[in-house]
């Protein structure tokens, strides 16, 4: 199982940290991370349940990743195996991650796949989100598979929809000249762009396309 202790700053001070695998008792705690993150008017059922967690906990532990800091759970990332074709990469996060409940979960699959990650947003400046991509890292690392995988929302493309292509906003993004909250921030934990998937969530904002971005694992030759 996984535990890394290290510290971390928030609000401009040295905070004590923990990353470990989440577990049972952590429901309640994971469940308000969610709460904290998308609050009403967002949909309360698509918040984390009891079943999807216990799911994670007993079908692919390794995958299941939380974050203490000073005692307070504060961030949660969840992942599942799965064999991904490089020359097959359109699909969507629903059939991916089986709704979050990854009972398609294969043990012999060559990638992570990143079904969820979530921060309170009071800790979103201490670079909790980024700890967690990189211990997940570590897991793809440790199981000596090929790499870690996930569709990145584009929330900041309903903006500039009118002026560019998905295409062009996933280019504008990778040359400095936009900024996205999610795509730029997978960009600086490592992750690269693949494919832009279409219809791959319901999402508005993004138009419903996904960034399919991957990070390799560099223990492996390609």
């Known amino acids: 199982m996984y535990k890394k202790e290290l510290y971390v700053f928030h609000e401009g001070k040295p905070k004590h940290a923990i990353v470990r695998n989440y577990r049972k008792d952590d429901f309640e705690g994971l469940i308000q991370i969610q709460q904290e ?98 211990s997940m890292y570590d897991v793809v690392t440790y199981l000596g598979i090929d790499r870690l995988l996930g569709g990145g929302r584009m929330p900041g493309y309903h903006k500039l929809a009118d002026q560019l292509t998905p295409q062009q906003y996933v280019q504008a993004i990778v040359a400095g000249e936009v900024k996205d909250p999610v795509i730029s921030f997978l960009l600086r934990c490592g992750r690269m762009p693949i494919a832009l998937v279409e219809n791959y969530l319901e999402d508005e904002e993004s138009h419903h396309y996904g960034v399919l971005m991957e990070w390799k694992n560099p223990f492996k030759s390609f």
């Open 37 to 134: 993150s998308f609050p009403p008017p967002f949909p309360s059922e698509l918040w984390w349940n009891e079943e999807q967690l216990t799911n994670h906990i007993t079908r692919f532990p390794e995958g299941a990743l939380c974050v203490e800091v000073d005692g307070e759970l504060v961030g949660s990332m969840t992942g599942l195996l799965v064999d991904f074709d490089p020359a097959h990469p359109s699909h969507t996060w629903s059939i991916m991650t089986d709704d979050g409940y990854i009972r398609n979960h294969q043990a012999n699959g060559n990638t992570l796949y990143v079904v969820d990650i979530c921060v309170k947003p009071a800790y979103r400046k201490a670079d909790i989100g980024k700890l967690l991509m990189y």
